[in-house]
């Protein structure tokens, strides 16, 4: 099974927990054992797993990103937008999670954030269920 998950952010650097519609689209599926493989088919953008129980630690990350990568910084990307390249390869575009029972083997703590580094912007996050 194949799905997109539509993600519209509202800033420069926006993090959207998008877990419970990944969960979704495993509940649609009806695959109980398996692997949610999901990819972010854009050059600006990202995805990761990380805590979604404490907002600051988006904060954190966001913040370490821009000291490490700054918007401005001489870059020759004649868009501007060399800084959010950069981010997208260091975070990533795409993760594996393992399906039981029906449900993400996410952590206590954990949840799936869709990486806006170039908003806002409309974006899409494509979701393959993979039964097994």
């Not at 998950?5 to 695959?31: C, L, W």
């Not at 129980?53 to 913040?63: L, S």
Request: glycine content about 8%; overall charge negative.
């Amino acid at each position: 099974m194949l799905k997109y998950i539509e993600v519209v952010t509202q800033k420069r650097t926006h993090f959207e927990d998008i877990t419970d519609e990944v969960q979704e689209v495993i509940d649609e599926s009806g695959i109980t054992d398996g692997i949610c493989y999901l990819y972010v088919p854009h050059t600006t953008a990202g995805i990761f797993i990380n805590e979604n129980a404490d907002p600051d630690v988006k904060w954190d990350i966001e913040q370490t990103l821009d000291k490490l990568i700054p918007w401005e910084n001489g870059y020759r990307h004649i868009e501007g937008n060399a800084a959010a390249h950069i981010k997208s390869v260091l975070v990533g575009t795409n993760t594996f999670i393992p399906i039981k029972n029906g449900r993400l083997m996410l952590g206590t703590w954990q949840g799936i954030f869709f990486a806006e580094f170039d908003g806002p912007r409309t974006r899409k996050v494509i979701v393959k269920i993979i039964e097994g």
